[in-house]
């Protein structure tokens, strides 16, 4: 070897002992899977998937999170964090999932163990997947990155029954709970729910209860054969996500002497009236057992038979149908029927729920409830509720600005609640007109009389560019938007919800500038080496000294006047900035929003006395629309813009009342019409979809 590091450092050295081999191991392939938005204080797993050409068998796996942003401390994390890592890197395993927290961590109820925190405020995670092959030949390594956003609005996600050591026997129907919170809405959208049973104390998850039920909080389940176990625990997990949580205790699954088993899906039945429903389930036994066992019904709709074919069963793997015969429309309404089996001696009785739903073609007229019919001054975000039809399985809802719902601007399809909250951006001062249907298995019924309502001059808007970590490196600026979709004159402006993290809250300069560039000062270098913000910003605010530190959630007057904004038009991008004067501490924008209110929108012309509406068509749209301008005369100018203020469309030279625009190569979105006449510009919302 020496011989060798000396003809190396010769000039001219040259070695050519040194044996060159080639690696012919193929490198794997790596995938760390979509982005997913997830509960606050709630579990997830990280799932990684892998390819190799030359096997599967050498490869081992890593997850780490990639959060190099200083903490806001130097011990263990905290749940509060908003920058900086959570969770601590691991050895490579041979399984491509990590659960985060521990499993037996989450097993024994703790989400927050010393160097595995789960986030119990919002943020973002990131994280990176490492593929490595072991292949004696030559290693070879792939790798992926994924990002989880933890939602502050929604959490934490629990599953509330089975609490304590109960017993459950196989084949009997159990019902499993949990806390929804908050997590069927936007930005975690779990519509649905996946039920999976351990029976080893939650640390596999072999056999799955129930498969896309909605995300309402509770399931009825049927306890499988087999499963027998003094270790059970219950995993519910969001459908299409990573979020999940189990039961807190173990319990027991008992065997029985016979189940009768019906599939997951075979338990409901939903019949358009008149008519009869059919179910199946197979007889099965256990433990030896030869009895006799006769089946009945309860809770089936009076007037209903219910009959069994065979009547009774004694072989295991006997197949049985259940028929309930007499069904009339007049049974509307959804019915638990409880299906028993009666063995005599020695006596063993097990019961089974089933459902039955009833349908009708005929409809009643549906009752709408909020916005009531006239209603004004109704501020986002808007939250339509109707009274409930026990016939309709589903609703429809249209949202438009004309009552002849020619120009809708929201509408949804299917929903299985009595209420919608639109995500539509809703112009000020507006009327709008809504309705709703119903369906069901027979068919659909009618909309509903609309109802008219007017919103508010002045609607909140929360920034989604959140959180942005303030860097401890240096003096970092950093900005965070919000982008408006209304258009009008701007006659009062707030902030709002503007919450932070920072040591040393007296490094900071905070302004807010419009979609015009107009700027003003929030605060400039405040206080001392306190840390941290939480607080609204008013020019009618009572004070205009702000605590040390603001955290309060207070209301105060900015050292610069929100009243710079009056007049302008706030349909564009608005900047919220911080500048980080000094160096060293670090922190997160956290969160803030605007309270902007608005003069008066006209929405038609007036001329000679007379309202003339402009009709928009169609609208939403998937390529172009129609702008039929009536019998008004004189329009001088017509613009589109897109959210962001940008110039889209003009035209100053109308010659004919019906003008096509074409939206083709646009991005979908709101876009923003206004058609000049006169010394009035009358705004639109025109949707491309």
Known sequence: MLEIYQSMLKPGGNSTCAAVINITNNPPTASAGADYTIPKSTAFVLEGTATDADGMGSLTYEWSQNDPTQSPGNAAPLSTYTVGPMYRAKMPITSPNRYLPRLQDVIAGNLTPTWEVTPS??????????????????????????????????GPFT??????????????????????????????????VNIYLSLDGGY????????????????????????????????????????????????????????????????????????????????????GFNQVTTFSATGNPAGTTVVFSPTTAQNNGTPVTITINGITPAMIGSYPITVTGTAPSPLVV??????????????????????????????????????????????????????????????????????????????????????????????????????????SNCN?????????????????????????GVTGTINDIDVVGLIGTHSWINDLTVTLKSPQNTTITLWDQICANENDFNLNFDDAAASATLPCPPTGGGTYQPQGSLAAFNGEDPLGTWTLTI????????????????????????TTIPQNGIV???TIYPNPTSNAFTLDLGNIENVENIILLDVQGKLIYENNNIINSKIKIDLNNKSEGIYILKV??????????VVKQ
Not at 429 to 445: A, D, E, L, M
Not at 579 to 602: E, K, P, R, Y
């Open 121 to 154: 405020v919002g943020r973002v995670l990131n994280f990176s997947f490492m593929v490595r092959d072991n292949d004696i030949q030559g290693g070879q390594t792939a790798d992926d990155l994924m990002k989880v956003t933890v939602s502050g609005t929604s």
């Open 159 to 192: 599953v509330t029954s089975q609490t304590t050591a109960v017993t459950w026997n196989e084949g009997a129907t159990e019902t499993i709970t949990w806390n929804v919170a908050n997590t069927t809405a936007a930005p975690v959208s779990a519509a649905n």
């Open 204 to 287: 596999t998850y072999p056999i799955t209860l129930a498969s896309n039920v909605p995300n309402n909080g509770t399931a009825n389940i049927i306890v499988p054969s087999g499963a027998a176990t003094t270790a059970a625990r219950v995993m519910v997990r969001g459908a299409g996500n990573i979020f999940y949580a189990l039961n807190t205790t173990n319990f027991s699954i008992t065997a029985s002497e016979f189940v009768m088993s019906f599939l997951p899906a075979a338990t409901t039945s939903d019949v358009c009236a008149p008519a009869s429903a059919t179910y199946n389930f197979t007889y099965n036994t256990f433990l």
């Open 350 to 455: 097990k019961n089974s729920i089933i459902t039955l739903n009833v349908y009708a073609t005929t409809f009643n007229p549906m009752t709408l409830s909020t916005p009531a019919n006239g209603a004004l001054n109704v501020t986002g975000p808007y939250t339509f509720s109707w009274v409930a039809d026990p016939n309709a399985a589903t609703y429809d809802i249209d949202i438009a600005t004309d009552a002849a719902f020619t120009n809708i601007v929201d509408a949804a399809t299917g929903l299985v609640a009595n209420s919608y909250i639109s995500g539509a951006v809703l112009s000020s001062n507006t009327i709008y007109y809504w309705r709703v249907k119903p369906s069901n298995q027979c068919g659909s019924g009618s909309f509903s009389s609309a109802y008219s309502f007017t919103t």
């Open 460 to 484: 909140s808007t929360v920034s989604t560019a959140v959180p942005v970590t303030i860097s401890s490196s240096g003096t970092p600026t950093i900005t965070s938007t919000i982008n408006i």
């Open 579 to 602: 500048v980080d004067n000094f160096n060293q501490d670090g922190g997160a924008l956290n969160g803030w929003g605007l309270n902007i209110c608005l003069t008066s929108i006209s």
């Open 612 to 614: 003339n509406t402009i």
């Open 676 to 685: 000049q006449h006169h010394n009035e510009v009358n705004t639109y919302k």
